[in-house]
């Protein structure tokens, strides 16, 4: 079978899809990737593990006829030049051009992943607002049509589109636990025997794309009232900054830093390495995750989780098990969850322990790259271990 996996971000196809198109490489099947970008090292990592790379031009962040005409040439061109016998295609742009486009092209199996749905479906407020909404829905029908298997990743996106009779009910329609996470690549670290935390510190992180729907301006304000309260707290924010127009600033990411509420460690291509002497794993997101992957990076690898009860995030917390969840908007609440760490740094350790074992039962990627190759017919390949494929930290590190 020769499949084309087609994405909006380039780099999702290693931190993302890497251990899916790696399954499927060692399945016996051709890959070829496409996405808006060529980057050294995603063409590096796809080499490596027997896939090719092919770019095409894509506006990620909004819709534009002119360039959107151009992407859709490029998607017809790929097709018709690679002639594959089924897309897996994901996030919300290559669906809902691709699904389109790959059935004109006769690509004979169409399969979508629908990972977060963000603001595309948010309850509209203002006119311009309510006309993109009729647009999306309309576009999201006629595009889910032409699939003939959609993935989706929590149950309250599948309810919600639905309920507006976006997904046919004809075609088979299947939730994963998110993304999954490679519990191997992201080891337990436990903190039973963490001398810092024994000794009163506790290292509150956030990682994610600096947003502000991600939660991050909450996540500093708790920050200044903890520290006020306990100057042993520590707070560290990872992640790049973004160009959508909901962005954190670089300069009040500045002054965060300037006033010593928290420290900025920027753009992380070892996240575990990062996480391994963190403590909590804290994520106040409002916005329309699938489930979000960085969390479950945090549950691998044994940490406590306070995030929101929110579309996508409820989904990485046993309420009092292995975290707590915490209303969205809410600095107040997110205080009072570190608190509680805080002021009984047992429950860390403890909850970090059961985080590790919803990473390993539910999340691991391998259960959810299963569900994902049953339904496109792909009988799995060997198990990992020696000679797995590289890691995404080894390529970019090579690079």
Known sequence: MKIVVLTADANTLIYHRGDLITDMARAGCEVVT????????????????????????MVRSRVNPLSDLVTWWDMWRLFRTEKPDALFAYTIKSVVYGCVVAALAGV????????????????????????????SVWLHQFALRRAHVIFMQNEDDRQLLGNLGILPESIPCHVTAG?????????????????????????????????ISKGVEVFAEAARIIKQRYPNAEFHLVGPF??????????????????????????VRDVAGNLKDKHVFVLPTWYREGVPHATLEALSMGR????????????TVREGKNGFLVPPHSVDAVVEAM?????????????????RRLAEDVFDVRLVNGLILREMGISQGMNRGAGSAPTAMEVCTAT
């Open 108 to 135: 004979p199996r169409i399969y979508a992943l629908l990972p977060g749905l963000g603001f595309t479906f948010v309850k509209p407020v203002t006119l311009k607002q309510k006309i993109v909404a009729s647009i």
């Open 34 to 57: 496409s996405a808006a970008e060529d980057y050294p090292h995603v063409r590096e990592y796809m080499k490596r593990i027997g896939v090719r790379h092919r770019p095409i031009r």
């Open 242 to 267: 973004d160009p959508n127009p909901n962005r954190v600033s670089e300069e009040q990411v500045e002054s965060w830093v300037a006033e010593g509420i928290l420290e900025h460690h920027g753009m």
């Open 179 to 211: 993304s999954g996470v490679n519990v191997e690549e992201f080891p337990h670290v436990p903190l039973n025997e963490d001398k810092d935390l024994a000794a009163g510190t506790v290292r509150f992180v956030l990682v994610s794309r600096l947003l």
């Open 339 to 355: 608190e509680r760490y805080l002021k009984d740094r047992t429950l860390i350790v403890k909850h970090g322990e059961q985080s």
């Open 304 to 315: 406590a989780i306070i995030t929101t009860d929110s579309v996508g995030a409820r989904e």
